[in-house]
């Protein structure tokens, strides 16, 4: 079987190299020109364990190639992003669009078109079925189209491919069992065939779920920081009732999933999905609430109260831990609000190679506060005698709730303050 992959990032890649390591051959589209260089000399553009292994594999067996432009395959696989529309945070489909119409001069009668990109509901049915059938190809007979959304994490996402359930979704029956069978090759987990728009709703749901619930949780900690109640502690507490299951809070929400998907679905039915938009409006306030907080936390430590030549060292960019993956992240939120309130901020992420960040110590240098927005491993046990050292003031404000806080540190009179300590600074 062989298969066209289009769209090589978080996604596409670690999809097209795991057909290609059960015995397909594999070409993986994409626009950037120097991704598809990079691809072809075995370098990689995005962080993902395994990845790498993977990918040299694929090219060394010559199951697998880089292209600019699509080639005829057996089944095409759409995994192109999918951002919000500005005006009124619909789905804006336009790179599928442009994807579907790119692999048209390549299809046969026979062939299958899977939609991986998270789309809104109905999508699939009344937007790109029609490209297709003004191609010429009747749905369902001579050309298999479904939505087989991924449902994957970042840094675990060749495993998940591999064990967790696959929902597809087709226009018909026939194009459900089709596009059913391509995921047998490698997927372990069960495959649950269902139409397109149940799919494409399910997906979203997914996301809006577990927005709603880190909604939640950051609600809580907004209640707790103003009546002086310990978060974390509550949440820990409830969390030990059986069928409680708080999310945790953090600096607000980041990713293509969360940040996006609960939008597709508001913009469908705005006068419906009060609760979804809520959600979404609470988690966007969170970098502010940072903000907020961190001029709050050097008034009553330091006892400053101008910002004047202050400097702040972030610890962190990326949205997801031990990841370099910074697409939506709230972080880059944090960092621009700092900036306008006139801060002085030093980057440090360990994941991420950006000429504009710096060395753990060169950020900590000469810091009023150190501000941990990613839950990296490196972060979770800092040196907190090269903090003293360099530092103004020995101040962390861990918004990840990830800094371990031991009697050594209240003994070395450093500062760690999370979301359940705010209140006794």
């Known amino acids: 079987m062989k298969v066209c992959i289009i769209g090589q990032g978080y996604i596409g890649l670690p999809t097209a190299v795991l057909f290609a390591d059960n015995g397909c051959e594999v070409v993986g589209v994409d626009i950037n020109p120097n991704i598809i260089s990079s691809l072809n000399s075995c370098e990689l553009h995005i962080e993902e364990p395994g990845l790498k292994e993977k990918l040299e594999l694929a090219i060394n067996n010559k199951r697998y190639s880089a292209s600019l432009n699509p080639q005829k395959s057996d089944v095409f696989i759409i995994t192109v992003p ?15 669009i442009s994807a579907c119409k790119s692999i048209i001069p390549c299809l046969e009668k026979g062939n299958i078109v899977i939609i991986e990109s998270t789309i809104a509901p109905m999508s699939t049915n009344k937007i790109i079925k029609p490209i297709f059938e003004k191609g010429g190809f009747e749905i369902g007979k001579d050309l298999y189209l479904a939505h087989c959304p991924e449902r994957v994490l970042p840094g675990k996402i060749i495993e998940e491919l591999i064990n967790n359930d696959r929902i597809v979704g087709g226009i018909t029956p026939q194009c459900s069992n089709k596009a059913a069978e391509v995921y047998e090759t490698f997927v372990k987990g069960k495959i649950m065939k269902t139409e397109a728009k149940t799919a494409e709703m399910s997906k979203c749901m997914e996301n809006t779920f577990r927005d709603v619930n880190i909604a939640l949780a950051n609600e809580l900690t907004k209640i707790c920081s103003k009546i ?64 907020d907080k961190t001029k709050e936390i050097l008034a009553k430590i330091s006892g400053i109260e101008t910002i004047e030549n202050l400097k702040i060292a972030i610890l962190g960019v990326s949205y997801k831990g031990n990841t370099g993956d910074t697409r939506e992240s709230p972080a880059l939120t944090c960092i621009e609000l700092f900036k306008k309130e006139g801060f002085d901020i030093a980057i440090h992420d360990p994941h991420i190679n950006d000429e504009n960040y710096c060395s753990f110590e060169e950020a900590i240098e000469d810091a009023d506060i150190c501000i941990v927005l990613s839950e990296h491993d490196e972060f979770k046990n800092l040196d907190y005698n090269l903090m003293k050292e360099k530092m103004k003031s020995p101040i962390v404000f861990d918004t990840k709730n990830i800094v371990k806080i031991s009697d050594k540190t209240k003994k070395e009179n450093m500062d760690i303050i999370n979301y359940g300590n705010m209140n006794k600074h």
């Open 228 to 291: 002086g109640v310990n978060t974390l502690d509550v949440i820990e507490l409830a969390n030990k009732h059986p069928r409680v299951n708080i999310h945790s809070p953090g600096p607000g929400v980041g990713g293509h999933c969360l940040a996006i998907d609960p939008y597709f679905i508001y913009s469908l039915a705005p006068d419906e999905a009060k609760m979804i938009k809520l959600a979404r409006d609470t988690n966007n306030s969170m970098p502010k609430f940072v903000v």
């Open 82 to 96: 999918t951002p919000n529309n500005i005006e009124d945070l619909s789905c804006d489909l336009s790179y599928v």
